[in-house]
């Protein structure tokens, strides 16, 4: 899809994708909350049908969630991202795609895992990505959302070396969970936590949402 909004995100993408599989593929080895919210997702979702890991980048969360029992498959924007999540994850597919435009059937998911799939994502354009999330849930499906929290803009240049021009956007959990509840979800739970050592991730603090469709 050659949507504007995400032409710039999508190259950027391609340009870093190797280098960021070699960075954070193992990420959530260093994130035990991370990992106890991703095992809760599982357990509500292995038995009810398939699961996206929407913005999957390598594969990292959908390897974990396969592991544990989930009919999951990956979808980012970036074409470079796709084959370097394939290549590190054989037994999983993954496919490109748009979250502003989810060339997914309706009501074909059981749950969506969005792990800083927003971060690129100016705040007007979240409406539409949440209407599209909620599209293609079933009635109880489960979404997982994870994001960096604040109200600024960080403009990066530069990432393990490479030049790239990207935005990345903080949100206020408050201002997020009335988006999903425009778009139709009921907000469960929000946890925030601060950020893990330096060695393990960009020190901001982060928010995880579990959002659900609920039932007609």
Same mark, same amino acid.
């Given at each position: 899809m050659n949507d504007y909004r995400s032409q710039s995100v999508r190259e950027n993408y391609n340009q870093i994708a190797d280098e960021y599989a070699k960075n954070l593929f193992h990420e959530l080895?260093?994130?035990? $909350?991370?990992?106890? %919210? %991703?095992?809760?997702?599982? *357990?509500?979702? +292995?038995s009810r049908g398939r699961v996206c890991d929407i913005g999957c980048g390598p594969g990292q969360v959908a390897r974990y969630l396969k592991a544990r029992g989930c009919d999951v498959f990956g979808?980012?924007?970036?074409? *470079?991202?796709v084959q370097q999540a394939q290549q590190l994850n054989p037994e999983i597919h993954f496919r490109e795609g748009n979250m502003l435009e989810l060339a997914l059937d309706d009501i074909s998911l059981a749950g969506i895992a969005a792990f800083y799939a927003i971060v690129n994502l100016r705040a007007e354009w979240l409406a539409q990505?949440?209407?599209?999330?909620?599209?293609? %849930?079933?009635?109880?499906?489960?979404? $997982?959302?994870?994001?960096h929290t604040g109200d600024r803009v960080v403009q990066v240049n530069e990432m393990w070396g490479r030049a790239i021009a990207m935005?990345?956007?903080?949100?206020?959990?408050?201002?997020?969970?009335?988006? %999903?509840? @425009? @778009?139709?979800?009921v907000v469960e739970h929000v946890i925030e936590r601060g950020p893990y050592a330096p060695e393990v991730e960009? +020190?901001?603090?982060? *928010?995880?949402?579990? *959002?659900?469709?609920?039932? @007609?």
């Open positions: 080895d260093g994130k035990p $909350l991370d990992r106890e %919210l %991703l095992d809760r997702f599982a *357990a509500e979702t +292995q979808l980012d924007l970036s074409p *470079a991202m990505v949440f209407r599209e999330m909620a599209r293609v %849930l079933m009635p109880n499906g489960l979404l $997982l959302l994870a994001f935005k990345f956007f903080f949100f206020d959990p408050e201002s997020i969970r009335r988006k %999903l509840e @425009a @778009a139709g979800f960009h +020190q901001s603090h982060r *928010a995880y949402i579990f *959002a659900r469709k609920p039932c @007609a």
